[in-house]
């Protein structure tokens, strides 16, 4: 939690982010992606400075249980004073204790932020989805509450400006909106008209661009033309046999004992990995998310 110091910017986790996506996509299913397609709703974790506070975490807590489809975990929600923004207690269930950081308190609209990265890890940890690494890990709980539905709170709770800060979650607010663009695009939905802050509207407009720009990589034909000209220079190197220069590019020419030369790129709304055989205009769809990419390979 970044309280009044400096806030992280730009897309320094990027390829955790998209390895985090792609374990979701193949941890899930097709099916159990698509069950997600409703967000949590702002009047559901609407938190007035009038309500109770222990009954106002514990009804938040059950909407996040709910929204999650974990009906048989109970949260117990404390406060007490620590460094993080909150901490949950991962045992065996069906009851968990979560605390949140003291500053929540006063911060009651935040709330629901806080328990929608602390009940995720609930969520995973009954998945047994989980990364190497504190760091990696908590990468991909945040990567899971946005795609899945509850992460606009964590970019919503981003405030900052010449005399204060504030940030939760280990992503920048330029990834989370990133994921929550790649969300967007695979369900239609526009979580903007939910922020309550500035700044996280702009920062998903520039995690946007950059979901964006994965569409436009080639052999996409939505490349632009200074990527198909590279391309076609190291199409035409591989094909000649020699190395072409791998160094600012998402995409790798391998030969095929069974056929002609073969390309192979990340899907953009996935990540995992597609092969395809180098012979022009070719339709591909990926065996994970099921998206149908126009391809010119």
């Known amino acids: 939690m970044a309280n009044g110091g400096p806030v992280e910017h730009g897309f320094p986790h990027l390829d955790t982010v998209r390895a985090s996506v792609t374990a979701l996509w193949k941890r899930l299913s097709y099916d159990t992606v698509h ?3 409703a967000s ?30 974990l009906p048989d975990a109970r949260m117990i929600v404390g ?3 620590m460094t993080h923004a909150a901490n949950v207690e991962l045992a065996a269930g069906p009851e968990y204790f979560i605390e949140l950081n003291d500053r929540f308190r006063t911060h009651r609209r935040d709330i629901g932020a806080a328990l929608a990265h602390e009940v995720m890890h609930v969520y995973l940890h009954r998945l047994d989805l989980a990364f190497p ?24 709770a ?3 400006d010449a005399a204060s800060s504030q940030k939760l979650g280990y992503l920048t607010p330029e990834e989370f909106g990133y994921v929550l663009a790649k969300r967007a695009l695979v369900f239609g939905e526009d979580p903007s008209v939910w ?4 700044q996280a509207y702009t920062a998903y407009t520039k995690g946007m661009a950059q979901a964006r720009r994965d569409e436009q990589q080639p052999p996409l034909t939505a490349a632009g033309w200074a990527g198909r000209r590279r391309y076609a220079k190291d199409r035409r190197q591989a094909q000649e046999h020699r190395s072409p220069d791998p160094g600012g590019v998402a995409y790798a020419f391998a030969p095929d004992a069974t056929g002609p030369l073969r390309v192979s790129f990340s ?3 996935c990540h995992q990995r597609i092969r395809v055989p180098v012979r022009g205009r070719v339709r591909a769809r990926c065996a994970l998310c099921r998206t149908v990419l126009e391809c010119d390979t």
Do not use: K
């Open 133 to 156: 690494g504190t760091r990696d890990n908590e990468i991909l709980t945040d990567t899971a509450a946005a795609y899945l539905g509850a992460g606009w709170l964590l970019l919503d």
């Open 267 to 269: 899907c953009p709304t």
């Open 79 to 81: 406060f007490r004073e």
């Open 35 to 37: 069950s997600f397609s």
């Open 158 to 160: 981003y405030r900052e």
């Open 195 to 198: 922020f309550t802050s500035p």
């Open 40 to 69: 949590v709703a702002p009047a559901d974790v609407a938190f007035a400075d009038l309500d109770d506070l222990h009954l106002g975490a514990q009804r938040v807590a059950r909407e996040m249980v709910r929204h999650y489809r």
